[in-house]
């Protein structure tokens, strides 16, 4: 039972619209046109054929009647006074014609309930051969009664056999359906736009982009919400300014202090001693550089337009003094709107550590479709596919050659992953199938 269950849930669920206006929307309409559906049903499966029956039942008496005045009293030679009665009091259209065959029946119409009852009740009423006609002319119904003498050709207004008046029920009923749609719709709507705008604003905030517009709105449940996540971005951005204000002080310290020891290198005479103490220190400033860029992120950098072409030459030139033969390819718009430094801050340490460990890069950018996906490939050693997530790590280092940081802290691709991550994307390793090495994808969305 579960199995069945589960498998119509997903089948719905991939059919059924997504968003919250749409789904709201569809709960309020649906209920509509089934309470609609099951109202014409009955009424046109009770009330119209009912009175339709009805109908049909009284222009077949009235029929019986005529033919027995005509067979039990004497007539005029012309039968003019029938006809005239029939005019006058039944509203029919009454004509005697010699004896003669019957017409051919005509192709009985197969949703023409008029045709079903009227021939049903001529049959128990009249009970003689019959010919009828309720195609020919769409205002009027012909009938012809084969008699001993004569047959009896009867017109009757079609609005005399049916109920006519059915479609002015159909009409109030779409009518008024799409007015209380329409009305639905406008309140609908007022009631979604502000959980858009939350959604919105999170997103916004979620990619570091300033939100100063967003006010709570909506009903109560909304304006919480949104009160909650003001307050929750009050909360977060104050601890990044006391940690980025925790950090500039501790960063200042210690560059101070780094200072003074090379200062105090300066004044001892060239050894080889002296040249390996001065690596150390470049090193713990280069540690020291990644340390607080991990730790402070993105800081409080604001969105700006930035041009991709100009990036991407910076790239190459970079790898290109690192050994690396580089290739490029760029499409689409060059502007974005991207935390500038930060942004090539990660994009820097992909294409670094790509040439790093190999010979030949390719740089590959795509802006387009709202996505901005940059590809770096090389033809180094890669990273085996079981460890490719784990690099992401902080101070992740790997036993095999390629070490994604040697020589440094071990935080590049955290600190990469973590600034796209930052803008609300992603970074993905894979196997380069253009240069047999790693590649990483970076998406975007702009």
Do not use: C
């Amino acid at each position: 039972m579960a199995t069945p269950y589960r498998a119509l849930s997903k089948a719905l669920y991939r059919r059924m619209p997504k968003g919250l206006f749409s789904r709201t929307l569809l709960i309020i309409v649906v209920p509509i046109v089934v309470m609609q559906a099951v109202l014409a049903f009955v009424f046109m499966e009770r009330h119209y054929d009912l009175v339709t029956q009805r109908l049909s039942q009284s222009v077949a008496r009235e029929i019986a009647l005529l033919i027995s005045v005509m067979e039990h009293y004497p007539q005029d030679e012309g039968f003019e006074r029938i006809t005239e009665m029939a005019r006058q009091d039944l509203a029919l259209s009454v004509t005697v014609l010699p004896p003669e065959p019957l017409p051919p029946p005509r192709p009985k119409p197969f949703f023409d309930i008029v045709d079903l009852y009227l021939s049903e009740q001529i049959s128990l009423a009249v009970g003689r051969p019959f010919w009828i006609d309720t195609v020919g002319r769409s205002s009027f119904v012909e009938i012809r009664i084969k008699l001993e003498k004569n047959v009896l050709r009867v017109i009757a207004r079609r609005s005399q056999t049916y109920a006519s008046n059915s479609h002015i029920f159909i009409v109030w009923m779409v009518s008024t359906s799409l007015v209380l749609v329409v009305i639905a719709l406008l309140f609908l709507r007022n009631q979604t736009r502000p959980v858009e705008r939350l959604a919105a604003a999170a997103e916004e905030f979620g990619k570091g982009r300033p939100i100063d517009d967003f006010r709570p709105s909506g009903a109560l449940e909304v304006r919480r919400a949104s009160q909650a996540f003001i307050e929750m971005r009050r909360r977060i951005e104050r601890q990044i300014e006391q940690r980025t204000t925790m950090l500039a002080g501790v960063s200042h310290d210690l560059r101070t202090i780094l200072t003074r020891f090379r200062l105090q290198l300066v004044l001892f005479k060239d050894s080889e001693e002296v040249r390996a103490l001065q690596h150390d220190v470049d090193e713990m400033k280069t540690m020291l550089e990644d340390y607080l860029a991990f730790t402070r992120g993105d800081g409080d950098e604001q969105a700006q337009s930035l041009d991709l072409s100009l990036v991407v030459d910076e790239l190459e030139t970079e790898a290109e003094i690192l050994g690396a033969t580089v290739t490029s390819q760029f499409s689409g718009d060059p502007f974005v709107t991207v935390k500038p430094i930060a942004f090539k801050r990660a994009l820097a340490n992909l294409v670094t550590n790509a040439a790093r460990y190999g010979n030949r890069l390719n740089i590959e950018v795509r802006h387009a479709d709202g996505w901005l996906t940059m590809t770096v490939e090389d033809d180094g050693p890669g990273i085996p596919e079981d460890q490719r997530e784990s690099v992401f790590r902080p101070f992740y280092r790997l036993d095999q050659a390629r070490n994604q940081d040697a020589g440094g802290s071990g935080l590049g691709l955290a600190i990469a992953r973590d600034i796209v991550r930052g803008h609300g994307g992603e970074i993905i390793l894979g196997k380069s199938e253009r240069l047999g090495g790693l590649s990483a994808r970076v998406r975007i969305p702009l």
